[in-house]
């Protein structure tokens, strides 16, 4: 096909292509400098996740006032053969927690750069009156039985089973309590049998698994309180560090055993996971890339949207590092991997309009020209509408998601620059040269595959290192690929003449004359058989969609720790095992807060009330005995073990010639100045049973009771099972809250609140999902705006955006049959879905104008649009869907999700571009345009 003479149009194309050394020069740079602020980042401050809400300035005000002196850690060992009550089981039990205590002795159990020193604390046991090193277990019982119990007098390494069980049921029957905390720690799938042993009819008990409980010094290992959540704080590492070295101990050689510590190092596995992910990573870019090489035909094309996309990643990072981008999993990885896919497109559309234009021009300066001109409105359409999608997370009041917001438009921007203007610009330069033709020849074949292979693997491996490992490394691979795939070649391959065709653009411009006339001819088909079927058409994607919005209405926000983790990790084995055999016991811990007046009877008896309405709230945990699971010591617990104890009261009796009075023997004193007696008496010496006994240490008070000049401050934990449910939390906190509406009208009690991990978890998983949510229709409107701006037409800029609204409702409805509930990440991508529609839809919806502008048959400029555009959307999104579809099979779920509905996502874009909006623009477009 040829043309008569037609000079280039002076407009921004052609200063752009009269410019490209300048511009060249400048762009490599520009992306120079960027790779140093990226490169010397140091700051890594993570974006806040949490949304503006009581619960959070609670848990402040709770961290500011209580500072546990104590971190935690619970481990489940369960038996091998069904028994873990047994001698043998219960004997390598307590050997590897003395290995553990002679580990932490000598030092061996100190994380990196912290003082080596003993970590664990120590421990007082009331059931034996003295300070012991901190781990607790059935073992600990056991063993003091056998050695005290005159019909036993053995240990635990010479002891048989019989005596073992003798000493466990003499543990399980003792009326005191004083074993309560060890005997739940044995599983609840134990079950008991009646037997003769010693002469003596027993409980033989047989317990799957039990819990070790192993308690450290929180000051020593860096104060703060612990969360379980991806924080990245070097406090929270080597805590996990410490914790995963207590785990290697208690498990030994797992002889009779299998242990699996709980929730103990999220950061450290989220890490693992993440480098596990990386390779899957690097594959999904690769394969992007060569989908795309595929795509556009062309061995200059391939290898310089390889460097672009490299390019992209470093434009993105350093712009973000200076205007002050927080990280986090979102920014730091999600926005990176995801922003390819639309620079893919960006860069897919523009080459291949400049191809279209060659294969009529025969000229690399007319063919970029032409070709932009026709393709520049539609790209700055693009970035604007995507960056106006991106920025409407700018509304929302967290952090973390207004940071996505500008991340995003940053990516989208440099797209836009990077790989829709400078890399078609650079190739079009690179088409004047003629060079030695490659050849023919089987080795020449080889050499170009072999050099496309290695562009595409380390622009992946580059990307990677850059976002996950090294940025400056990554940087310099990158460099190096470009010198090898393009500098090289273009040396190596001697420049004869300039602005002539040569013999490789020849050869290419027929094979996509004759690629593209004969292989789209089915594809023209499909689509066109949409629009000359509207009713058809109009029907069955109303209802797909009417459908797919009532399915999309039941997706809920949900948490499941298996959405982010491998199911087979230690960290979610361990939470597994946790829920088995602890159940409905114990949970992960909530806090009730109380702040003033607590020596005033009025606010003991409400809190009295609250306390007597747990007991029977089902969704709290439950002791064995059917107590409720509230943290000892507390707030009552407290005064009624000193005002039940004739040792306390003698003590104040003989200190202050004080009678404390309790009329009506519920534990409580009568009156407010024997309450605050009480309460001064356990911060300053402790609390003490009716035998006299120490039960709880000054210490331990102190961490769940504070007096200020002129109130008192309390927390009261209390386990919440289930915890994995964000249903079963919502239901405990809606029930825990109707218990507190008694304290509204007392004057006494001035500040009170529920929060804790699983409710600030609850609030930001809702407060983000509900914000990404909301800022769909908000870039939606807005692009709706710029269009019609834009396009001066209301009626093409509504059908532009109405693909949109399809591939949301689509996509949602989908992850609710596929079984995704609505997180962070699925979120992220349903707001990702408006930039990839909308950028689809301008494409073709400016294609089919320019078309129909220069003939006035609807169907024929809507066939040259599916030629054209059709064909560059379908390479596209191919390489992109390829690409993330190979991130689907990553083993950690949150990237294999993220993959799977992110190539999901723009198959449904393509789909609303291709069947959708042909059928659209066919219906509102007059048979005559201006």
């Known amino acids: 096909m040829s043309l008569p003479e037609k000079s280039a149009p002076k407009n921004v194309p052609n200063w752009l292509y009269k410019n490209s050394k300048f511009l060249s020069i400048l762009f490599i740079l520009i992306t120079g400098v960027f790779i140093f602020p990226f490169a010397n980042n140091q700051t890594n401050e993570i974006a806040n996740q949490n949304p503006k809400a009581a619960v959070f300035d609670l848990q402040e005000t709770i961290n500011q006032t209580f500072s546990s002196p104590l971190h935690g850690q619970w481990a489940i060992a369960e038996s091998r053969n069904g028994d873990i009550l047994t001698a043998k089981s219960l004997n390598e039990i307590l050997k590897n927690q003395n290995f553990l205590i002679d580990a932490d002795i000598k030092g061996l159990l100190t994380p990196k750069g912290l003082e080596e020193q003993s970590y664990l604390a120590k421990y007082f046991n009331p059931a034996t009156q003295t300070h012991t090193t901190a781990v607790i277990s059935v073992a600990n019982v056991v063993e003091k039985i056998l050695n005290d119990d005159p019909r036993l007098n053995t240990n635990l390494s010479e002891a048989t089973d019989p005596q073992v069980k003798f000493a466990i049921h003499l543990m399980m029957s003792d009326k005191s309590k004083k074993f309560q905390q060890e005997i739940d720690t044995i599983s609840i799938k134990a079950s008991k049998e009646k037997r003769i042993v010693l002469g003596e009819e027993i409980d033989w008990w047989i317990s799957p698994a039990i819990i070790i409980i192993t308690l450290s010094d929180n ?166 509408s995507d960056s106006i999608a991106f920025l409407a997370n700018i509304t929302s009041q967290i952090e973390a998601v207004v940071h996505f917001g500008l991340s995003a438009a940053i990516a989208v921007m440099s797209s836009f620059i990077v790989l829709g203007l400078i890399i078609p610009l650079l190739f079009s330069k690179i088409s004047e040269f003629q060079f030695n033709n490659w050849g023919n020849s089987k080795k020449s074949k080889f050499l170009k595959l072999t050099l496309c292979i290695f562009t595409a693997s380390v622009t992946g491996i580059s990307v990677i290192i850059m976002i996950a490992v090294n940025p400056f490394y990554g940087s310099i691979l990158l460099i190096a690929s470009g010198l090898i795939s393009i500098i090289f070649p273009l040396i190596i391959l001697k420049k004869i003449n300039k602005g002539t065709l040569n013999n490789h653009n020849k050869e290419f411009a027929n094979n996509v004359s004759h690629k593209y006339g004969i292989n789209t001819k089915i594809f023209e088909k499909l689509i066109l058989f949409f629009p000359k079927n509207i009713f058809f058409t109009i029907t069955i994607f109303s209802l797909i969609t009417i459908i797919s919005i009532l399915n999309a209405i039941r997706l809920e926000p949900t948490f499941n720790i298996e959405d982010f983790f491998d199911s087979k990790s230690d960290f979610v084995v361990g939470l597994d095992k946790l829920e088995i055999h602890n159940g409905d016991r114990g949970g992960e811990p909530a806090i009730a807060y109380f702040e003033g007046d ?130 079963q939390i919502s239901k405990a906190w809606n029930s825990l809250n109707s218990d507190f509406k008694h304290f509204e009208y007392q004057s006494t009690i001035r500040k009170f609140g529920l929060t804790g991990s699983p409710f600030t978890r609850k609030e930001q998983l809702e407060a983000t999902t509900k914000s990404l949510q909301r800022s769909i229709p908000i870039a939606a409107i807005s692009a709706l705006i710029v269009l019609t701006i834009a396009m001066r037409s209301f009626k093409y800029a509504l059908i532009t955006v109405i693909p949109i609204g399809l591939v949301v409702a689509w996509l949602y409805s989908t992850m609710q049959l596929l079984g995704f509930g609505l997180n962070l990440v699925t979120s992220t991508i349903g707001a990702i879905s408006i930039g990839i529609g909308i950028d689809y839809s301008i494409h073709l919806t400016q294609r089919f104008r320019e078309e129909i502008s220069k003939n006035t048959n609807k169907f024929q400029a809507l066939k040259t649009t599916i030629n054209g555009t059709g064909i560059a959307l379908l390479g596209s999104s191919a390489s992109s869907i390829i690409g993330f579809l190979i991130l689907g099979f990553a083993p950690m779920p949150m990237f294999s999700s993220f993959g799977i509905l992110t190539a999901i996502m723009i198959l449904m874009s393509l789909l609303a571009a291709l069947l959708v909006l042909p059928t659209l623009l066919i219906i509102t477009t007059k048979t005559k345009s201006n």
């Open 598 to 727: 607590l020596t005033d009877p009025t606010s003991i008896k409400n809190i009295s009330i609250f306390f007597d309405n747990l007991k029977n709230n089902p969704n709290i945990g439950h002791l064995s005995n059917g107590d409720p699971y509230i943290s000892q010591p507390n707030l009552i617990s407290i005064l009624q073990y000193n005002t039940n104890s004739k040792y306390t009261l003698d003590l104040i009796e003989k200190n202050l010639n004080t009678s404390i009075k309790d009329s009506n023997f519920d534990g409580i004193p009568d009156s407010k100045k024997d309450i605050e007696i009480i309460l001064n008496f356990a911060i300053q010496e402790g609390v003490y049973n009716e035998n006299g006994e120490l039960i709880f240490t000054p210490e331990s008070i102190y961490n769940i009771l504070r007096k200020s000049e002129n109130s008192y401050a309390t927390q009261i934990i209390i386990g919440i099972p289930g915890t994995r449910d964000l249903k």
């Open 219 to 384: 000051q020593k290992l860096g104060g703060g309180s612990y969360e379980v959540a991806v924080t990245g704080d070097p406090i929270s590492i080597n805590k996990e560090k410490f914790d995963r070295k207590i785990q290697k101990y208690l498990r030994g050689e797992e002889i009779n055993y299998q242990l699996w510590s709980v929730a103990i190092d999220i950061n450290l596995e989220s890490e693992k996971q993440g480098k596990q992910a990386s390779i899957f990573i690097t594959l999904t870019v690769i394969s992007a890339l060569l989908i795309t090489g595929l795509v556009l035909n062309s061995y200059w094309a391939f290898v310089l949207t390889s460097f672009g996309i490299g390019s992209l990643i470093i434009w993105l990072k350093g712009i973000s590092t200076i205007v002050g981008i927080k990280t986090g999993l979102i920014n730091d990885l999600i926005v990176p991997i995801a922003m390819i896919a639309l620079g893919v497109d960006f860069a897919i559309h523009a080459i291949r309009r400049y191809q279209e234009e060659f294969i009529i021009f025969k000229n690399p300066k007319k063919a970029y020209i032409f070709g932009l001109s026709g393709l520049i409105t539609a790209l700055t359409l693009a970035f604007i």
